[in-house]
Structure formats: C-alpha cells, structure tokens
C-alpha cells in the first residue's frame, strides 16, 4: 500500500510519496536514524505535487483553518487532483498521512481518503521538514526562512488580538490606582483633620466622615466668622439642619487656636486637594463597575466588582484567572500564609482574597471554611463563562449567586438547595430568552422605524391634500356667503314683487295644463273612431 505525506509549509502545500514501507514500516528507529542523511532519506521519500499559496494573506487564512482542524477547499482541490481517486465500493490501494489527527479525520470525512496519524508517520513529516528546500527546485536560499518568519508573526498577531471593550488590563491597573487612592486619602484626611483641629478641635467630634470634614474645612476657613449667615451652606454639604446648628453653636464656644491668614490658605488649598481625589476616587470606581460588566459580568455578578477584580489582577489576567482551580482561587491572596504553614506543618488557610466577599462575612464561623470552598468553585466557573464564551451576559452569573445563597440557607436553616443541573439549565433558558427579547426588539425597533417613515411621508401627503382642500374651501365658503347676502337683499327689496310673480307662475302653470292635455284628447278621440270602424267592419 502506498503511503503518501501531507505537509504544510509556509510557502503552500506539499505532498510526498513514501517508497519501501513494507521493509522499514516496523522500524521507527531505522526511519529515526535516516532522516539526518539526504542520500539515505532522499530515497525513501521523494516529492509528488506541490501547491503555492497564492500570497501571505492566503498563507494565513491557511494556517488558521489547519490549525482548528478544518480542511480548506483549496487543500480539497490539491488533494482530490494530487491523489489517486478512490473507486466506489473499492478499498484504496493507498493512505495519507498527517501530522495532525483533528485535519485527518476531517480530509477522511469529507474526501473518503483514508488518513493516518502515528509516530512513523511523523518521523518521516520531521526529515520533510528538514529537508523540504532541497525537494523544492524552485525555490532560493532565505525564502523559506522569509516566509516562515512573516507567516509566524502574523499568525501569532491574530491570535494575540483581543476585543477592545474587554482587556482585562484596564481592570487590573482600575484595581491598583483604587486601592491606592484609599491609602492616599485616608492619610491625607487625617492630616487634614490634624492640621483643622488645631482651629476648631470640637468638629472632629460632630463630623465622622472624612471627606464631608474636608469640605467643611474649605468651607468654613476661620471659625470665629461662621454665623447663621452660612447655615445654609452649612446644610447643603452636610444634609442635616441639626448637625449644621450644631457647628455653629460649636464654633461661638471653640477652644482652638486662631491661625494666620496664611495657615488658612494652605489648610483651604490641602482639603480642596483632598475633596478632589475623593470625588475622582468615586469616578474611577464607577469606571471600574463599568469596565468589569463588559470584561467579567458573571464574576461581578456573583462576589461584587471589587473583589471581582481584585482576583482578576492577583492572578495576572481574566485568562489566568479561569485556568485556576477552584482551590487555587480559593486561597489567592494568601500565599504567605500557606507556604508558612506548610514550613511548620501548621493549619493552611481557609480563604484569600475571596474572604472580603459578603457571603463569608454572613456565614457563621463553623462553616465559613466550607462557604469559602463553595464560593471559590462557582467563581472559578464563573471565570470561565466569561473568558470563554462569546456572548457577555449576566444570567450565568446571577443564577450562581442564587445558589450561594440557598448554601447560606442550608447551612443556616437547613433548606435543601437546588441541583446545579437544574440551575444551569434555568440559566440557559434566560440566556436564550434574552437573545430572543434582543432580535424581537431590534426587528420592532427596524419596523417601527419604516412605519414612522411611511407616516411621515402619507402625513407629508395628507397635509398637501389638507391645505389644497382648504383653500377651495375657504374659497367655496366666500362665494356662499356672498350669495346667500345677495339673496337676503332681494327677498327684503322685492316682497311686493314676489307677489305678482307668483300670480304669473300659475297663470303660466294653468296655460302649460291645458297644452299638456290637448294632445291626449285628441288621441283618444282618434282611438274611438277606430273601435266604430272595426264593430262597422
């Protein structure tokens, strides 16, 4: 039986014809040892058919589609043109091998060649490989390198290119700047409360918050000339007429020290800095939420966007983050503590990073070891929904936070959960559902548009129509009224004569009688003289 090889180089597709299988077949060693000699090997394989790609955009396409296993129908035409053909209900008296078993069973499902893939097969694909400019006649030295190299790089930058709206860098550097923006202005807030309290001690005590105390600061400035005057201010920032009256009233009895003109300034000019980082804190954490809803929905559904991203960062991408098991989630952020315990054979941590999530705040501490292990295993499912599918959606997502809550229930009341299979399902059905509602919407929506247009255009017409019409109405309504005045007149000018016409119209009615009935006398006078004439007859 023939043995015929498939390769593919980055210059097109070649096809070799094996010769002497049947004393050699069994000894993968002997073909292991002949591959480095050309003189050995260039007599057992020589070349039967070579197909160029037509250019480096083809090349690629072609090495995307081998690669996934699919058989292009460039590669369908080489093949079916190269080999023998396969009669109908015969066996063939020959076999393809490939170095990839995926595009072999692929070529056998389609063509009905038969294809093999083993270790003989692929010591003979790597002496063609080695040895494959000096099969191809055409070819100059370094062209083969050159195509090799420009293929490799475009092909590893397709793979490479990800969707814009979800790398999953931006979360990680979102995260970094948010956790150290929290340091920041918690140390500036309390120097800000240090450096105030010299004026007015006694706010420090009314006001808890930090970033309403620096308002405050920048707002009141000196202490001694707060009034009733800046109440209303006064409760715009804090949103509370009493604490308002209260800063007044603690302000005429203040036993701080008065400050210079200058130390107000600078103390104004540091909580209006420290005002400014908080409010852009609060933007970048809204920037944070969105950007996690594009890259991670399910994961920010289920343990909330921080924590969300803490994960995805800590791992070193969204990528990362799905490859880990679920145990390995499950103590991310606790490295220190478990390879301590493993130097002392001590207790190994029970939770990381996943510890700031709610749910293990709410579990009683008997079970919040068994909340964390279950808490890992839905993120770590949740992290491959979203790195994996195509769709971003949050049904996923939203189901599995239900099942941590019926566990929180179980282990709290006793009330049995639900099976997963039973959730996932519902989870799929409302991921179609919603598919569904979005094409029904987008076609309402394509509709609604074409019937606003038609509306426009016959309200278009109709009010052409409109304004004709009403012109000759406007028109008609001029000519009646005039008539009708017209009338009016005559009738009060000439009653007299209307009295004196009636009396024509009748005489002329009586006159128009008689000539009416003449004629019919007459005729039937004739008709009597017939009937005598007839009863004579």
């Known amino acids: 039986m023939a043995l015929y090889l498939l390769y593919e180089s980055a210059s097109g597709y070649g096809l070799f014809l094996a010769h002497g299988i049947d004393e050699i077949g069994q000894n993968t060693e002997a073909v292991r040892n002949s591959v480095v000699d050309l003189n050995r090997f260039g007599k057992v394989v020589r070349i039967a058919a070579f197909n160029p790609f037509e250019s480096a955009l083809d090349a690629l396409n072609q090495c995307n589609a081998v690669s996934e296993g699919q058989m292009t129908e460039e590669l369908r035409n080489f093949l079916e ?95 970094f700047l948010l956790d150290t923006l929290d340091k920041d202005v918690n140390s500036f807030s309390m120097r800000v409360r240090e450096w105030y309290s010299w004026h007015f001690p ?42 308002a009256k209260e800063v007044v009233e603690a302000a005429k009895a203040s036993m701080g020290q008065d400050l210079s003109p200058v130390d107000l300034i600078n103390v104004k000019m540091f909580a209006q800095r420290v005002t400014e980082l908080a409010e852009y804190r609060k933007k970048l954490y809204d920037y944070l939420v969105a950007k996690m809803g594009d890259i991670a929905p399910n994961l920010a559904a289920l343990i909330g966007e921080v924590v969300g991203a803490r994960l995805i960062s800590h791992a070193g991408s969204l990528t990362n983050l799905a490859k880990c098991p679920s145990s390995t989630l499950q103590i991310l952020g606790a490295e220190k503590a478990l390879f301590r ?29 068994r909340m964390a292990r279950y808490l890992a295993n839905k993120c770590s499912i949740a992290s491959r929904i979203d790195c994996f599918s195509e769709k971003s959606s949050t049904s996923f997502g939203d189901k599995l936070r239900e099942q941590v809550e019926e566990r929180l229930d179980f282990y709290d ?42 509306d426009n255009e016959a309200s278009d017409d109709g009010d052409k129509e409109n304004t004709a019409a009403n012109g000759e109405s406007k028109s008609e309504k001029k000519k009646k009224k005039r008539s009708l005045e017209e009338r009016s007149e005559s009738n009060e000018n000439g009653k007299e004569m209307g009295e004196e016409t009636e009396k024509k119209k009748k005489k002329k009615k009586s006159k128009v009688v008689e000539v009416v009935d003449a004629p019919t006398a007459v005729s039937e006078g004739k008709k009597k003289k017939k009937k005598k004439k007839s009863s004579v007859e």
Request: hydrophobic share 35%.
């Open 81 to 175: 043109l190269s080999l023998p053909k396969v009669k109908e209900g015969k066996k063939p008296k020959f076999s393809l091998g490939v170095a990839d078993p995926k595009i072999g069973s692929q070529i056998h499902e389609e063509t009905k060649i038969p294809c093999q893939s083993n270790e003989f097969v692929l010591e003979l694909i790597r002496g063609i490989r080695l040895h494959f400019d000096r099969f191809i006649d055409n070819l100059k030295p370094g062209d083969l390198e050159k195509a090799q190299l420009g293929l490799g790089h475009s092909y590893s930058r397709a793979k490479v290119k990800f969707n814009v709206n979800r790398v999953d860098n931006m979360v990680i550097q979102a995260i």
């Open 413 to 454: 009341k006793g009330v049995a959960p639900r099976k997963n299979i039973d959730v996932m399902k519902a989870a799929m059905e409302n991921d179609s559902n919603q598919d569904t509602e979005m094409e029904v919407e987008n076609f309402s929506s394509k509709k609604s548009k074409k019937k606003k247009s038609k």
């Open 202 to 243: 006694e706010l420090v005590k009314i006001v808890n918050d930090n970033y309403l105390y620096a308002k405050l600061a920048k707002f009141i400035e000196d202490k001694s000339e707060l009034s009733e005057d800046k109440l209303s201010g006064l409760v715009d920032i804090l949103g509370d007429e009493d604490k």
């Open 341 to 369: 315990a493993l130097k002392t054979k001590g207790n190994t941590p029970k939770y990381g990073l996943i510890f700031h999530s709610s749910f293990i705040g709410r579990a009683s501490a008997k079970n919040k070891g």
